[in-house]
């Protein structure tokens, strides 16, 4: 069984609704995190570090990567693995060091970065990464993990590959910036219609929306609104909120 656990699930930045992305997927072998913003310094409430963790970084926008400066919290004692995009090694050096943070290289745990696509990686499961449609170059995120497939699509507009990668999916994690029927932003996020759009035409089984514009969505009653409209689409949303945990 997995456990998932949304540690963040506002975009942009913090506010009474939730803190900025990171979700955690426990395995009984290892853990996955997917994202680091804010809510990554929740991640010692639900882990005893008593397993290897893998940390997938979608994109450098900062709410992706502004709680990174507390990965010193841990004690990831089995190793932490982290998976980002090509060239992104030294952009994540550069930001995990000083007069930032503590440099990578004086955690006190082994911490290993992997740049993809090394699809030669012994990963204790299998991983697919499409680029999405966004304003940085972002990776979506396909995860098979014994019968089970999770899509983490995250900052992106709608497209081929936030389709083609959640396809069959048993969860689809998207991101829900925009507000019902709203196309401000259409070249680079998500309104709930579109996200049921890719949930419906991918076949997937469960969609949560994540990834709350803050400015957008100020309260939990905005997000429930955002469920209804996809659920109109694609009739097994839900809204993903801090604390949220799914079990497949």
């Given at each position: 069984m997995l456990k998932i656990t949304l540690l963040g699930t506002n975009g942009w930045f913090d506010s009474i609704t939730g803190s900025t992305p990171s979700i955690l997927i426990e395995h009984n072998d290892y853990y996955i995190v997917l994202d680091a913003g804010n809510g990554i310094s929740k991640l010692k409430k639900y882990t005893n570090c008593d397993k290897p963790l893998y940390l997938f970084l979608s994109h450098f926008h900062i709410d992706h990567?502004?709680?990174?400066?507390t990965l010193l919290l841990n004690n990831f004692s089995k190793g932490l693995y982290i998976m980002l995009q090509k060239g992104g090694e030294e952009i994540l050096k550069n930001f995990m060091n000083a007069?930032?943070?503590?440099?990578?290289?004086?955690?006190?745990?082994n911490t290993e970065i992997i740049e993809v696509p090394?699809?030669?990686y012994p990963f204790p499961f299998n991983v697919t990464f499409l680029p999405l449609s966004h304003s940085s170059y972002t990776l979506g995120i396909r995860l098979e993990i014994g019968d089970k497939i999770i899509t983490y699509s995250t900052d992106t507009s709608y497209c081929f590959?936030?389709?083609?990668?959640?396809?069959?999916?048993?969860l689809l994690i998207s991101e829900c910036s925009m507000?019902?029927?709203?196309?401000?932003?259409a070249s680079i996020h998500l309104n709930p219609?579109?996200?049921a759009k890719i949930a419906k035409e991918a076949c997937a089984t469960k969609l949560i929306l994540t990834?709350?514009?803050a400015n957008r969505y100020s309260s939990m009653e905005e997000r429930i609104e955002a469920a209804?409209?996809?659920?109109?689409?694609?009739?097994?949303t839900l809204a993903g909120y801090d604390g949220l945990e799914i079990k497949l």
């Open positions: 990567i502004s709680g990174l400066h007069p930032f943070t503590v440099p990578l290289k004086k955690l006190p745990f090394n699809l030669s590959n936030a389709v083609k990668l959640a396809k069959n999916a048993d507000k019902s029927q709203e196309t401000t932003d219609e579109l996200a990834h709350f514009d209804l409209a996809s659920n109109a689409i694609f009739n097994n």
